[in-house]
C-alpha cells in the first residue's frame, strides 16, 4: 500500500527524503570535495594541493614522483623493476631471460663427429 503524505507517491522501496540536499538515492548520493562534487568512488583527497584519485595518489621518493605500482629503489646498481631485480653477487644485474649462457662448448667426443664422413 502506498501512502501520499503531501509528497509524490512512491513506493517504499523508492521513497527519498529530502533534508535540505539534493535528491538522490543513497547508493548515488554525491559529497563535495572543496567544492567540486564526485560520487564516492571518485572522492578525492588532496596530497599537497594537488587532487589525485586514491588510485592514482603519488607519493614521492627522492624528489622523483612515480606511481606506486612504478616505484623503483635505486642501491648503487642498475634500475630494474622488482619483477626483474636480480643479485648475482659479481656486481652485474641480468633479468632469469637476458642470462647469458657461456659461449664455449665442450667438444663432443669423435663419436659424434657428424661433421666428417
Sequence with gaps: MISTCSDPA??????ISTVSAP???PA????TVSGHVYPPALR???VSGSVYP??????TVSGHVYPPALRISTVSAPVCPPALRISNGS??????????IPLHRPRL?????????
Design 10 to 15: 512512491y513506493p517504499p522501496a523508492l521513497r
Design 23 to 25: 535528491v538522490c538515492p
Design 28 to 31: 548515488l548520493r554525491i559529497s
Design 44 to 46: 578525492m583527497s588532496t
Design 54 to 59: 586514491p588510485a592514482l595518489r603519488i607519493s
Design 91 to 100: 656486481g652485474s644485474v641480468y633479468p632469469p631471460a637476458l642470462r647469458m
Design 109 to 117: 667426443p669423435a663419436s659424434f663427429d657428424t661433421t666428417s664422413d
